[in-house]
Nanobody, 116 residues
Framework: VQLQASGGGLVQAGGSLRLSCTASGLTFSNYIIGWFRQAPGKERELLVGGSGGSTDVATSVKGRFTISRDSAKNTVYLQMNNLKPEDTAVYYC????????????WGQGTQVTVSS
């Protein structure tokens, strides 16, 4: 099983990025998808995939971040709009089985840097 995250980069405040997470060895529809981020010196933050499942978006990014899926490509996306410098972090995708609290598989992370 492998999750490959991509799409990070450098963007100015107010800009947008779309992160991708492609899976091999599993089918996303059989899992709850999560997106996390971790900024230097800070704890990892769950953005998507909380108790409400794959469509559960954290309050901190709700209205700016949206998720989507392309089942044919077995890829999920995190569309990030109106980015702010405080969104700078390494972003990770992960999956957990239904009924499980822990995420079982993780992508390698992709760096997002938002300049002011």
């Amino acid at each position: 099983v492998q999750l490959q995250a991509s799409g990070g980069g450098l963007v100015q405040a107010g800009g947008s990025l779309r992160l991708s997470c492609t899976a091999s060895g599993l089918t996303f529809s059989n899992y709850i998808i999560g997106w996390f981020r971790q900024a230097p010196g800070k704890e990892r933050e769950l953005l998507v995939g909380g108790s409400g499942g794959s469509t559960d978006v954290a309050t901190s990014v709700k209205g700016r971040f949206t998720i989507s899926r392309d089942s044919a490509k077995n890829t999920v996306y995190l569309q990030m709009n109106n980015l702010k410098p405080e969104d700078t972090a390494v972003y990770y995708c992960a999956v957990r089985g239904f009924g499980r609290n822990e995420f079982d598989y993780w992508g390698q992370g992709t760096q997002v840097t938002v300049s002011s």
